[in-house]
């Protein structure tokens, strides 16, 4: 149905203005007299504002250390002083690509570390801590863990809270350990909304590494990467819900972030809800999440499976693996 959401014409109330008449002179003197009075703001040219162009390019380059392409571009085209001082993070975008390119062998390449640790540490070395974190990605895998912790502190200390993340967890593996300062970046990457560092951040309040063990605390931040889409978190958080431990407890909210990590791939949470369907008489959505747990490695759900696959008709069996076979997970932050 149409709405109005202003008067018609032909509505009984009508709207009237005031006659704009124009003053005599006597009257003009009269309003410009108070206007003296009351004083009026003087008008601003353009050049009274800030000059973003004297900003020092030591400190814009840090700023914009961790911009993706997108806002690097946006960025340059504020004047020609951030253009200049931001081509350095432009060419770090463009060999930021390549590397990506021979990491994963997409675009028309083959795959090759060599030469996309090469790239990545061009960029790197030109100031983009996207870089810098790729290419400690690499060490790491490659064992060399100090090399890449240098990146990642580099990162860190620009902001990049992918960069924080890593340094967290890899002073969570680095032999020494260092707890205190793997919550300290972990908790950094967290206030600024990295779901993956939130997730590992819950952990060590869980377990009391290197902060007191707190589950409220915890249940806080496992709900918190749930909602940004962390599959673990929606599993850890259903936990929570279930049992009361940090959050109160709700059936409700237990089944619905179980239901959400089980739609997203995670192989437990399809085994809990598929038996939780059986437990309420819904055998062949059951059949589908069991039979899902099963291809990813969680055995104890190919009994409960094979039971419920005797107790159906031969065309519901092939329909619900069929429903199997046609399953995608929805999209997730991982």
Known sequence: ?????????????????????????????????RRSKIGSKPSLSPTDGPDFSALPFDILTKIAASFNFPNLLAASLVCRSWRDALRPLREAMMLLRYGKRFKHGRGGVRRNLDKALDSFLKGAARGSTLAMVDAGLIYWERGLKEEAIALYQKAAALGDPAGQCNLGISYLHAQPQNHKEAVKWLHQASIGGYTRAQYQLALCLHQGLGVHRN?????KWYLKAAEGGYVRAMYNASLCYSSGVGL???????????????????????FEHGL??????????????LELATRSGETAATHVKNVILQQLS???RERALLLADNWRALPSSR
Not at 5 to 30: H, M, Q
Not at 276 to 289: D, N, T
């Open 1 to 33: 149905m149409k709405q109005k959401t202003w008067p018609d014409r032909s509505d009984g109330v009508r709207f009237t203005a005031f006659p704009l008449s124009k003053p005599n002179d006597n009257e003009e003197n009269i309003i410009l007299s």
């Open 215 to 219: 589950l409220y605390e915890a249940a």
């Open 248 to 270: 109160s407890q709700s059936r409700r909210q237990a089944r619905k972030w179980m239901r959400r990590a089980a739609d997203r791939g995670h192989s437990k949470a399809q």
């Open 276 to 289: 939780a369907l059986f437990s309420e008489g819904e055998m062949m959505k059951a059949v589908v999440y």
């Open 314 to 316: 031969a065309t519901s």
